[in-house]
């Protein structure tokens, strides 16, 4: 595999369900985004993961919980979700230099989950 | 606060045409800026980047962008357009020493035989 992976690449889930979206990154980055895309609204970044630590969340509902066990690998679960939550999700990497601070110009994107709320 | 602004949700040109996509961006500051290519049912792929090296900024699959302070903008052109270039393109943002991308809302990009 290469580059930012993401799955399932479709979901549909019922409001009460319980499911989790589930993206991989293998370019060697250590910092994690997810997005949420939206017909006719911009992409809304949601949270930020730098070194496995959240450092930013857009006042995101709890019904969204992520997870970032190791550098790689970024989770987002989902609980009791509203049908106003179906959206493309897209998770994103890019890397920063510990030391310096630096941090790379772009991100990459997986190919996202489409996900439906019924 | 940093932001782009993209002029007109929906461009059409005849292949072989100029294509031609608007960005202004809103910044205190020399930003970076991006041009993001979003195929159906795909996530966004960079097509270019201006990082203050050249104002003039090639990318992949032709396109080109020109970086123009004194009118705040990063159009997006490509001299002659194919119908594989059909797709929704983004215009995005982000400020040195920050983290954050803000992107555009979008263009989709039209082309007809």
């Known amino acids: 595999e290469t580059g930012v992976t993401q799955t399932p690449r479709h979901l549909v889930m019922g409001m009460t369900n319980k499911k989790s979206l589930k993206c991989e990154q293998h370019?060697?980055?250590?910092?994690m985004y997810w997005y949420k895309q939206s017909a006719k609204k911009p992409l809304e970044l949601m949270f930020v993961?730098?070194?496995?630590?959240?450092?930013e969340n857009n006042s995101v509902p709890s019904r969204f919980s992520p997870e970032c066990p190791n550098s790689s690998h970024l989770f987002l679960h989902l609980h009791t979700l509203q049908p106003e939550d179906s959206a493309l999700y897209l998770c994103?990497?890019?890397?920063?230099?510990?030391?310096?601070?630096?941090?790379?110009?772009?991100?990459?994107f997986g190919p996202g989950t489409r996900l439906t709320v019924t | 606060a940093q932001s782009v602004t993209q002029l007109g949700s929906h461009v059409s040109v005849s292949e072989g045409a100029l294509v031609l996509l608007r960005c202004n961006y809103s910044?205190?500051?020399?930003?970076?800026l991006f041009w993001y290519v979003q195929y159906p049912n795909q996530g966004l792929q960079l097509l270019l980047k201006?990082?203050?090296?050249?104002?003039l900024v090639k990318g992949i699959n032709g396109f080109e962008a020109e970086f123009k302070k004194s009118e705040t903008s990063f159009h997006l052109t490509k001299p002659s357009a194919h119908m594989s270039d059909a797709a929704e393109y983004f215009c995005?943002?982000?400020?040195?020493?920050?983290?954050?991308?803000?992107f555009g809302t979008g263009t989709r990009l039209l082309v007809s035989p």
């Open positions: 994103a990497s890019s890397h920063l230099f510990r030391t310096s601070g630096r941090i790379s110009y772009e991100q990459y």
């Open positions: 370019l060697g980055h250590n910092a």
């Open positions: 993961y730098n070194f496995k630590e959240q450092t």
């Open positions: 910044s205190s500051v020399p930003p970076y």
């Open positions: 201006y990082t203050s090296a050249a104002t």
């Open positions: 995005a943002v982000r400020l040195t020493g920050f983290q954050k991308l803000v």
